[in-house]
């Protein structure tokens, strides 16, 4: 059982935030639960399956920092981007605009949430980044269950999985029909996610060396497509300093228009191989605050 938060024992105030919002309907909801000590696991659980968005995050003070824990509807997930702006833009208006420590599952983070008038949203810093090959059976798989075949690739961006605080499978796409079609076999790239780990596929098309469109779908998460996925934007944005793409410092990543639901995610990417990456974005209130039983 959670501690007595601010609605008294055994309630949860759930925040519904969305996050990388491009206009008033854009964005990826999360939940926001900041609490004086976090639930049991299970619980967590329980309350993201009930909230049913892709990523409900829960946050407690702990020492000199925020304990944080991301949850999807059927897993546990070591962080998520859109979430982490979400509690940014939440923690600026609990605590007062500023820098936050967060201490997620396997990194110390931190995000910068604003909060005024006129604007309202936070930056965060991705944990270190990485990447490397696909295994060649791996990959003819994933082009398999997303129909598509090798000569559908971008060249210039080779497949690989990239890291921002979890493994993201880029398959970068040469034409944007081609990615505003997409379609796949949620079970067969669910199995494929939960043997490799992919916390998500994300497949994009540069337009131009500094705006890249991007589609995100979540099958370990159980779900179909996010609109805006900031851990993946860490990931591609960490993958394309690693192959020296002329990104000059600075990647828009426009994502969710395919769904409906415009999104814009921007990074920062300073030289260091291996750094965090900055993402920042814009944050909106969706509906009123809920009470939920822990």
Known sequence: MAKRTELGNNMLKIQHISAFS??????????????????EPAVM??????????ETVFAAPEG?????????????????????????????????????????????????????????GAAFQSPPTRSGPVAAATLTEALDIFGLSPDGLDPRIPPAVAHG??????????????????????????ALADREGYITFNLVYA??????HARNPFPLGGVV??????AAAAALAGYLRD????????????QGEDMGVPSRLITEIT??????????????????????ED
């Open 207 to 212: 337009e131009t060396a500094q705006l890249f």
């Open 243 to 254: 192959i020296d793409w002329p990104h000059q410092g600075r990647v828009t990543i426009r």
């Open 45 to 54: 659980q329980k309350v993201a399956a009930k909230v049913g968005y892709s």
């Open 22 to 39: 491009s206009g008033p309907d854009g964005g990826n909801p999360a939940g926001v639960v900041i609490c004086d000590a976090l639930p």
């Open 64 to 120: 000199d920092a925020w304990r944080v824990r991301y949850f999807a509807p059927e897993v546990e997930v070591d962080f998520c981007g859109h979430a982490t702006i979400a509690l940014g833009a939440a923690l600026a208006r609990h605590a007062g605009p500023g820098l936050f420590t967060l201490d997620i599952n396997r990194a110390r983070i931190t995000v910068e949430g604003h909060s005024s008038d006129t604007s309202w």
């Open 165 to 190: 605080g979890g493994d993201h499978l880029i398959l970068a796409l040469k034409d944007r029909e081609a990615l505003r079609e997409m379609k796949y076999d949620f079970a067969r790239a669910q």
């Open 271 to 292: 030289p260091e191989r291996g750094a965090s990456i900055r993402v920042t974005g814009v944050a909106r209130s969706i509906r009123e605050p809920q009470e939920i």
């Open 225 to 230: 497509e996010d609109p805006a996925t900031g």
